[in-house]
C-alpha cells in the first residue's frame, strides 16, 4: 500500500529522491509529493557558498618549512547535483587532497622571500586544478585564496632581526648625513663670522689711524712749538694708562713704570723707520 506523503525542501537546497532505491528525479525548493515507501528522499544537497579552510605544511626551495592556510569557496551545480550526490562521497577530502597536490608542489620552487611575494600565483594555481577536475563532480570552484603563510617561529625572529638591522644601518646613515651637514654649515657660519669680524676690526682701525691722524694734525697747528711727535707720545701715554685700567679691571697685576711708554714709541719708530727703508729699497 503507497501513500502520499509530503515532503519540504528549503530555500537554496536541492532534494534527492528515489524509487526504490533508483534515482529518480531532483526536487527544488518547496512542498512535494512521493509515493512512500516506493519513494524517499534520500538526502539534499545546499546550494549556497561554502568554505573549506585547508593548512598545509611544506618546505620551500631554502629549506624553510612553512604552514599555508588555504581557503577554498565552492558550491554544488544545479544542473550536475546528481554527479554531486552520487559520484563523490567525501568532496571536502577531495578537494583538501587536491590543494596539499598543489602547494606542495608550487612552494617548493621557491624561496621564501619569493613564496611571500607569490601568494596571488599560489592561489591561481590551486584555483586552475580545483576547476577543472571539481567540474566534472557537479562542484564550482569560486575562489581560492592564501590566507595565510606562517614559517617557523625562529626563522620569524631572525626575518625581524633582519629587518631591524637594516632599519638601524638606514637610521645611521641619515643620522651621520645630518650631522656632517651640521658640521658643514657650522663651519661656514664660523667662517663668514671670522670674515665679518676682520671686515669689522679693520674699519675699526682704519676710523682710529683716521681719527689720530686728524687729532695730531689739529694739535700739531693749534699749539705752537710742539711738533707731531710730542702728540704721539701724549697719545700714546694716554693709551698706556686706559690698557692698566682695563687689565687692572680683571683683577691682575702688571708691573709697569712710565718710561715704558718712551720705550715702546721708540720701538714703534724704529720699527716703522727699517720698514719704509725696506720698502723704498
Known sequence: ????????????EVGIVEDLGQFKKLIDPGLHCIMWPLQAVTGTLSLRIQQLDVNCETKTKDNVFVNVSVAVQYR?????????????????????????????????????????ASKSEIANATLQQLENVMKDYGYEILNTLVTDMSPDSRVKASMNEINASKRLKEAASHKAEADKIQQVKAAEADA?????????????RKAIVEGLQESVSDFAGEVTGVGPKDVMDILMLTQYFDTLSAVGANS??????????????????????????????
Open 192 to 204: 663668514e663670522a671670522r670674515y665679518l669680524s676682520g671686515l669689522g676690526v679693520a674699519r675699526q
Open 1 to 12: 500500500m503507497c501513500l502520499c506523503c509530503f515532503v519540504c525542501i528549503r530555500t537554496q
Open 252 to 281: 691682575m697685576i702688571l708691573e709697569h713704570e712710565p718710561a715704558s711708554v718712551a720705550s715702546l714709541s721708540n720701538q714703534v719708530s724704529r720699527s716703522l723707520g727699517r720698514n719704509k727703508q725696506g720698502f723704498f729699497s
Open 76 to 116: 554544488v551545480l544545479v544542473e550536475s547535483a546528481f554527479d554531486a550526490f552520487y559520484r563523490l562521497s567525501d568532496p571536502r577530502g577531495q578537494i583538501q587532497s587536491y590543494v596539499f597536490d598543489v602547494v606542495r608542489s608550487t612552494v617548493p620552487r621557491m624561496e621564501l622571500d619569493e613564496a611571500f
